[in-house]
């Protein structure tokens, strides 16, 4: 049965309402606007900083304004869809004049201007309060701006000399996480990294320095073979940052966990003892505080008594539950995350902070820059007219560093830190409201029956052609099946998105996040109701 021919629902008042807002929005941008410039014989080269090109690079960069406004208005329309989806192949062949490939010549503004709507139109709608589908959703309108001014300011972090004000907000924002975590002021370090693999893999290379500093003149032949520690349900940047820096994925033990998805701390200890009967040196555990599929968080407490006994590393990989510590009603799911040696937490994600935007913090002040300085001297000269500590870049595995702390000081600004934990608590309640809903729908069957600790919350729909079937292989190979196909209708018809996969033994089952602020009751419904609309002839 096509999805297309489905029977029609009772008519979603929000989305009619949503509509006629769509309209009106889309009318003042209209009448706010003077009759756009004619770019049909107007090129790039007739824009700043040509000469006379004031007034042509005004009203193209307004009409860049134009499209993009309206496409953030429509982003929050629930009458809109959350993706036009086409495959592969029907984008690369090209639709509708919109073509991939790249011209020899110059082609106008009019075109650019067009590749601009069409590239929008042709992606996802990651800012819908219908998109559950990854733990980086919404879209926060004064990090949107944040995020313009650093592409206009167009500057590197790795002198102050080229981004004096920009390298003092990643200072003031660094030492607030570090305090917010619980770390003393004498204490702490870090940095801005792209993404949370790349601020856990700092992680694992700190900790290796801070116990062999040899290794950055001698490499590893130098060391002992080293043994980390991480649980079955961590993120998986802990065994490719082991592959990247040349200890092995091997060498990366995987510890158990139990039924919520939080490492046992015996299992760990254990681990250990085994690893050091095989001749490894332990040196590393990386803990989750809010893990990517469940959404638990490791007993951060007693993963640090085992650490402090046997002189090891202690990472907290928060990038998913840092956002948590910004709210008194739910921070204490991290309790004992002062006592971690370094902490990834990734702004991106519960903050809602345009991607990317990530910090490794460090309790140990220093260790950066000792592990990563190679001195060039083209950069980072000492004998500068200024405090040159503030000179950051080597600190960095990177030399170019783009700017990712403003768009995050500017909501800051904008929110204060009370305004973050409202929206950490609604997001949360949002979940809650899930989990409610789903205990009392017989054709849901969550996977495991707690009450959510984070935004994650995994269900199965079990079409009726399933329900009298009697538990076993027959039936679970039948179950897996469901989540991709009604995942494959939602894409094509564009209502809502969410996210599926198996874990261990478990089927296919979807995981739903709530992530967005934007996101009401009223969406959660919509969901449930759309997958039983979608799957109930499975």
């Not at 219908?130 to 167009?154: C, K």
């Not at 004000?165 to 204490?187: A, C, H, N, P, T």
């Not at 083209?378 to 000179?391: I, M």
């Not at 009370?418 to 899930?434: D, I, M, R, S, T």
């Amino acid at each position: 049965m096509d999805f297309l021919q489905l029977p029609d629902r009772i008519i979603d008042k929000s989305a009619v309402r949503d509509m006629r807002q769509q309209e009106e929005d889309s009318a003042a941008v209209r009448d706010n606007r003077q009759t756009p410039p004619d770019f049909s014989s107007i090129y790039s080269k007739d824009l700043l900083p040509a000469s006379g090109g004031e007034e042509m690079t005004r009203g193209f960069l307004q009409e860049l304004v134009n499209i993009l406004l309206s496409y953030i208005c429509k982003s929050s329309q629930r009458s809109s869809k959350v993706l036009d989806f086409h495959h592969p192949h029907q984008l690369k062949d090209g639709l509708e004049g919109f073509s991939l490939n790249l011209p020899e010549q110059p082609e106008t503004l009019e075109q650019l201007l067009v590749d601009c709507r069409d590239t929008l139109k042709y992606g996802v709608s990651t800012g819908h309060p219908r998109f559950f589908n990854q733990l980086s959703t919404g879209l926060d309108v004064i990090g949107l701006a944040g995020e313009w001014l650093t592409s206009t300011a167009n500057t590197n972090m790795f002198t102050y000399e080229v981004s004096p004000v920009f390298i003092l907000m990643e200072e003031v924002l660094l030492r607030k996480m570090q305090s917010i975590v619980g770390w003393s002021d004498d204490e702490g370090d870090g940095i801005f990294c792209p993404g949370g693999t790349i601020s856990n893999l700092y992680s694992i290379l700190l900790a290796r320095y801070h116990f062999y500093p040899e290794v950055k003149t001698r490499g590893m032949g130098a060391l002992p073979q080293l043994a980390l520690f991480t649980s079955e349900h961590s993120h998986y940047s802990v065994k490719k940052s082991a592959a990247v820096l040349g200890m092995g994925s091997e060498n990366v033990v995987i510890v158990k966990c139990d039924e919520r998805g939080k490492m046992i701390p015996a299992e760990l200890e254990s681990s250990i003892v085994t690893a050091e009967e095989k001749g490894l040196v332990p040196f590393y555990v990386n803990v989750t505080a809010g893990t990517t599929v469940y959404g638990a968080f490791d007993p951060l407490n007693a993963i640090a008594d085992i650490c402090h006994r046997h002189t090891l590393w202690m990472h907290v990989d928060a990038a998913w539950g840092g956002g948590l510590l910004m709210s008194d009603r739910h921070r204490m799911k991290l309790q004992g995350i002062e006592r971690a040696w370094s902490v990834t937490w990734n702004p991106h994600k519960m903050m809602g902070v345009p991607l990317q935007c990530s910090a490794i913090l460090v309790k140990k002040r220093g260790l950066l820059k000792e592990c990563n300085e190679l001195g060039a001297e083209y950069l980072f000269q000492t004998d500068k007219s200024y405090d040159v500590s503030y000179d950051t870049g080597d600190k960095s595995i990177q030399c170019g560093r783009h700017v990712d702390a403003f768009k995050l000081w500017l909501m800051w600004k904008a929110k204060g830190s009370e305004g973050f934990g409202a929206q950490v608590n609604k997001c949360l309640e949002n979940a809650e409201y899930l989990y409610d809903q789903l205990q009392r729908r017989t054709e849901f069957e969550l996977v495991f029956k707690n009450k959510p600790e984070h935004c994650n919350v995994c269900f199965w729909y079990t079409p009726p052609s399933l329900r009298s079937l009697p538990l076993g292989p027959d039936r679970d190979t039948r179950l897996h099946q469901v989540a991709p196909r009604i995942k494959g209708r939602m894409m094509e018809k564009g209502s809502v998105l969410i996210g599926y996969q198996p874990l261990g033994a478990k089927v296919n089952f979807f995981r739903c996040v709530l992530s967005n602020p934007a996101t009401q009751q009223e969406d959660i419904n919509f969901l449930l109701d759309e997958i039983v609309l979608l799957g109930r002839d499975l």
